[in-house]
T-cell receptor
Framework: AQSVTQLGSHVSVSEGALVLLRCNYS??????LFWYVQYPNQGLQLLLK??????LVKGINGFEAEFKKSETSFHLTKPSAHMSDAAEYFC????????????FGDGTTLTVKP | SQTIHQWPATLVQPVGSPLSLECTVE??????LYWYRQAAGRGLQLLFY??????ISSEVPQNLSASRPQDRQFILSSKKLLLSDSGFYLC????????????FGQGTRLTVV
């Protein structure tokens, strides 16, 4: 079975500062990894995904993530935070043997201070 | 383009009342369909998934059931709601064949009182 752990349920940064949201995964087979963003009272929206094509993945809104197999990590970063980045972020993992079902982390709430 | 519709957006129901949440997908065929529940301050818990009409798999034992009467329609139901059924319910769809991302509806905030 696969799992993800998001380190830090709450992260606070100043506007313009680096955003780093941490995600570690566990999987016995090659994983597919995703980051989603959720704004209040809305569904989740895909930010980016890793499907083994490239270890550094660029997504929407200036976010990117790097797959590090040796560290079993898939951390999400953005060089400069914007007020509109305040939201909840979820890391998720899927494997081909699991009918496309994703396992989600508990989420990290990002606060951006002016 | 594909779209997913989920309704209602909010719902307040008394304990013991029935529940029916509906989700429909447009612009694709034979998708995988999912129901998730999100409790306050917690991640997403997969409740049900379906790979085809009439094919429902339950991930956790609970007071809820799901049905897929048509290819792009997914319904979440309960005969008698419990207080613990309160939460944010999300419907999602995904493509078959490859591991693909899930596309989510806007969610239903259910409060059982």
């Amino acid at each position: 079975a696969q799992s993800v752990t998001q380190l830090g349920s709450h992260v606070s940064v100043s506007e313009g500062a680096l955003v780093l949201l941490r995600c570690n995964y566990s999987s016995s087979v090659p994983p597919y990894l995703f980051w989603y963003v959720q704004y209040p009272n809305q569904g989740l929206q895909l930010l980016l995904k890793y499907t083994s094509a490239a270890t550094l993945v660029k997504g929407i809104n200036g976010f990117e993530a790097e797959f590090k197999k040796s560290e079993t990590s898939f951390h999400l970063t953005k060089p400069s935070a914007h007020m509109s980045d305040a939201a909840e972020y979820f890391c998720a993992v899927s494997v081909v043997t699991n009918a496309g079902k994703s396992t989600f982390g508990d989420g990290t709430t990002l606060t951006v201070k002016p | 383009s594909q779209t997913i519709h989920q309704w209602p957006a909010t719902l307040v129901q008394p304990v013991g009342s029935p529940l029916s949440l509906e989700c429909t997908v447009e612009g694709t065929s034979n998708p995988n369909l999912y129901w998730y529940r999100q409790a306050a301050g917690r991640g997403l818990q997969l409740l049900f998934y379906s790979v085809g009409i009439g094919q429902i798999s339950s991930e956790v034992p609970q007071n809820l059931s799901a049905s897929r009467p048509q290819d792009r329609q997914f319904i979440l139901s309960s005969k008698k709601l419990l207080l613990s059924d309160s939460g944010f319910y999300l419907c999602a769809w995904g493509d078959k064949g490859v591991v693909a991302e899930a596309f989510f509806g806007q969610g239903t905030r259910l409060t059982v009182v």
